[in-house]
């Protein structure tokens, strides 16, 4: 199994409630003056094949649709989380592989779509997820640094859009408890020059204000 770019849809995860965020939306912040669902799309951009790019939300949408990309909503009621997200955009990749990104975490490796890929492709996998050493310091200068799983930065077989649908409707909500049903590959990104704070999220203004001073 190898997989290509062309394999690959991408879609930026931004149809959250904003709810730590005061309700505001948090892909239209502003992260060094840009809105932080713009700055995703342009980095995923080049890691997904041509013309098949999304962006997930359910508010805004037409504010979104400036950013020249596809805008799904999800197509369950209630704001079932992150997993609706994934499951439109499932049904519109048009491809064998879908990647999706969240929002708030700017900073995601210009490579993570050929990492996880090259997870998947090792393992055999249905699904990749990225991994990450926590940001430097939270162990302190010389502790250790546990390594930290994010799995909303992943990479995905489109055919798992029926189990995915089934999940839903029966209730199921957490992102990681449904992935881990299927064959999971891990992609740790702790090589040199990796970038620590790559997978550093923003779920508050002032998350995202420190955020942004710290990669100044």
Known sequence: ?????TDIAGIVLAGGQGSRMGGRDKGLQDFHGRPLAALALERLRPQAAPGRLFLSANRNQARYAAFNVPVLGDAMPGHPGPLAGLLSGLAHCGTPWLL???CDTPRFPPDLGARLAEAAEAAGADIAIAAAPDAPGRWGA????AVRLHPACCLLRADLYDDLRSHLAGGGRKVLAWMERHALATAVFDRPGDDPHAFRNANTLAELRLLEADTA
């Open 100 to 102: 999706a990104v969240p």
């Open 1 to 5: 199994m190898v997989i290509a770019r």
């Open 142 to 145: 010389s502790g250790p640094r």
